[in-house]
């Protein structure tokens, strides 16, 4: 009996692997990182343009892929829960990098450590 209750268990562990059920209308990759481009895009002119409401920006992209915002939030959900955000922001980088081939030596300038920093005495 109690190799049984052991063996309930046992299949009741194993058939509850996944953390998140894959959403009804899950986004692929490669679209998820054309919007996170855009959006990055729509971010930058918030900097430029401060106090000035650009929800309608995020809007316009979403409809600009044919998706909707709920279905845009259950996918970014479920990539960041499986582990594969940073694989979608990566590809979403080399998306504005190539709209953009000049922004390629600010991002390397900001990723790359400075060796020439002076040291400090004490």
Known sequence: MR???CFF???FLVSC???IDQPKNLLDTKTMS??????SINDQVSNTFQGKNLESGTRYILKNHNVKA???VESYK???AKGKMNKIVEDAQEILLTKDPKAKDFVKS????KTDLPKLER
């Open 34 to 39: 054309e919007i996170m481009a855009d959006l």
């Open 70 to 72: 709920d279905d845009f």
């Open 17 to 19: 692997s996944e953390y």
């Open 3 to 5: 190799r049984l209750i």
């Open 78 to 80: 479920y990539y960041v």
């Open 9 to 11: 268990m046992f299949l």
């Open 110 to 113: 900001k990723t790359t450590p």
